[in-house]
């Protein structure tokens, strides 16, 4: 079990964020957000996938008198994206918006702030004090010039100015393009703070590169007890972001699975069955939404031979482990039969069926 840092609550809509609730995943539309519908058709496929939160760009004027009309069509709340221009929040606001984010190291009229800060107190919506490496590089920090240090001490000076104006619905990101520099720096607001904290590592890249850094940077973080919302950033599709998102929270334990598990050994020198095929196969029946196998709960371990093969199949709900063109067949911890290798993927799935 992972012991949660402890941090206030807030709620954006009807999303708890904060105070030892669960870990939220959120996205960001990649469309121009004041084209409504392919906006609102892209948050729609997103919240089928289990985004929670959905960001969205406010470059200019219009994309902000979008969101009125986005909101009244989809059903997770929304975070505005502002930089620079404090008047697009005071319309987001207006609109009807869920939270917003604000960007200290582009944001730094203090007038500006004020009016935004006494809207989001009337309609009682949290501010997330959103910084990147990429806009505190001017930043001097009285506590060192780190890249880590500046993020936080960016971050708490904003926040405490927020909180001077007796604000208190505060979230707080610190996301660095570098892995080590964002686990740093979180670490080290969470010991100052009790800010409930969205974590992501920024401008990650494509794919591949995206789920190495964000399952390092923010599964590091998740599994020292800090983070409380998600975001994984990938040059690529949101519908990949949340659904890493998703695998990263249930890989911790930090979530409820959504589909069974598959436990499957790497294959080696020693491997006697086409352990690459069965996967494959079982994977897409349980990625497949009409599939009869889609307990979450199911543990499915395919292992290729008598090594770590019978122990894993054991511990699994169903599995199997491969001998000399045969596999052995295992339930709920006992052996059952000796399937042969021909037969092996309809037998095991005729089993998995019967679960
Ligand atoms: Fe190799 Fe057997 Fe381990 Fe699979 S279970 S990786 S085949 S030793």
Redesign the pocket.
């Known amino acids: 079990m992972i012991k949660r840092h402890k941090t206030r609550a807030v709620w954006i809509g009807k999303v708890k964020v904060g105070g030892g609730v669960p870990v939220s995943v959120q996205s960001m539309t990649k469309t121009k957000t004041e084209d409504i519908k392919s906006t609102v058709r892209q948050i729609r496929e997103l919240e089928d996938l289990g985004c929670q939160i959905i960001r969205l760009a406010i470059p200019r004027m219009s994309s902000a008198q979008a969101i009125s009309k986005i909101k009244k069509q989809i059903h997770i709340p929304i975070e505005a994206d502002i930089h620079f221009n404090p008047e697009l929040a005071l319309e987001v606001i207006k609109q009807g918006v869920n939270s917003v984010r604000l960007n200290p190291g582009n944001t730094t009229n203090k007038d500006a702030i004020r009016e935004v800060v006494a809207q989001a107190k009337k309609r009682e919506i949290p501010i997330r004090v959103g910084l990147n490496s990429g806009s505190v590089w001017g930043y001097k920090g009285k506590t060192g010039n780190t890249m880590e240090q500046k993020l936080v001490a960016c971050a708490i000076e904003f926040s405490r100015f927020l909180e001077s104006l007796k604000f208190r619905d505060i979230m707080v990101s610190l996301k660095a393009s570098d892995v080590v520099s964002t686990i740093n720096a979180y670490r080290l607001i969470a010991q100052k703070t009790d800010y409930p904290l969205h974590l992501g590592v920024t401008a990650a890249g494509p794919l591949n590169s995206s789920i190495i850094k964000s399952a390092i940077g923010i599964g590091s973080l998740l599994a020292d007890g800090i983070g409380d919302t998600i975001r994984v950033s990938i040059t690529g599709t949101p519908h990949d972001e949340v659904r890493i998102g998703h695998e990263i929270l249930e890989s911790l334990g930090l979530a409820k699975r959504r589909k069974p598990e598959i436990i499957a ?8 069955i086409d ?1 690459v095929k069965i996967v494959k196969q079982v994977e897409s029946l349980i990625k497949n939404p009409k599939s009869e196998i889609r307990n979450p709960k199911l543990k499915i371990a395919i ?7 019978p122990g ?1 199949a054991r511990e699994a709900d169903i599995g199997i ?2 001998g000399k063109d045969f596999a052995f067949l295992f339930k709920h911890g006992k052996r059952i039969r000796k399937v042969p290798s021909g037969k092996i993927v309809p037998e095991f799935i005729k089993e998995i069926k019967k679960l």
């Open positions: 050994c790497p294959t080696c020198g020693r491997c006697e352990i292992m290729g031979c008598v090594v770590n093969g894993e482990a491969g």
